[in-house]
């Protein structure tokens, strides 16, 4: 019974010892970050432990005793962890230091395979650029980052290429000056005779003149390039437009598509051809104002079948860009 008592007393007394050197134990405190060196937008995972203490803060927030979380430091940022228990404390911070990355500028460039033309005749325009999302070209409209484009300018033109990205935005020009030809010999000059008998025919309205010579323009399936015969055509109407008689002659451009594909994306492809055309018209020196464009889709599609546009009903006569006289050209 007495071994009994002293054994418990002695316990006792353990405990008491411990809980007094428990009491007066300083407070530790210890914080690691996952990494200390990051990018803008990179997370990190911040842990801490304490021992002997009543508050503990990290960066001013009340936490527990033992933790972790996951950040995402906008800047270079000091964590630190502070355990207190009465006036005694304990500290441990780690600094996370944060890189802002820019987005790059964009670059473009532009050239021209000749920059001198007489007037009818062709040049290719070449450009290239780079950290861009949208890239656009005066008389040609918004073009791929990088490409070429046949042109035949009626006059001289500087095509200018834009291009934006999220870094900014940068140009760069090119200049295509266009004389005209030299004239030929005074012998080879055709000779005019003014009419002389009632009989000698009329001139037809320009209506007329226009559909002869505004013939529709045809696609290969699903595209909106035009293929070096289509241009061909485009450059014989450009240079009866840009004839004097004729420059007030006002015409729409309509788009369409043969009968495969839904009806809004049918309704896009065919806009994307009347603009294709448009512009191709635009770097022949054809005033903007004279031109309307509007798609059809496959509204007026006839075809059942694939074949040569030349025997419709086809899919291939469905692709196609019409020209329609509005109005203009007539004298008086």
Known sequence: MIRKFIQLSLLSYVVIVAGLVSACAPPAAKLTVSRNDIKSGEPITVKWETKNAKEISLNGEKVDKIGGKSVIPKETTKFEIVAKRGKKEARDSATVSVTTTKAPAPTVTIRADQSALERGQNTKIQWSTENAKIVTISGLGEVTASGEREVSPRVSTTYTATALGDGGNATASVRISVTDPPAPPMAERPRTTAPTTPETPKEPPSADQFRSMARAVFFDYDKSDLASSEQDKLRRLADWLNQERNRSIVFRVEGNCDPRGTSEYN?????????????????????????????????????????????????????????????????P
């Open 267 to 331: 309704l896009g492809l065919g806009d994307r051809r009347a603009r294709s055309v448009k512009d191709f018209l635009l770097s022949l020196g054809v005033d903007p104002s004279r031109i309307e464009n509007v798609s059809y889709g496959s509204e007026k599609a006839q075809g059942s079948a694939e074949g040569a546009p030349e025997a419709p009903p086809s899919w291939a006569n469905d692709r196609r860009a019409e020209f329609v006289y509005l109005r203009g050209g007539d004298r």
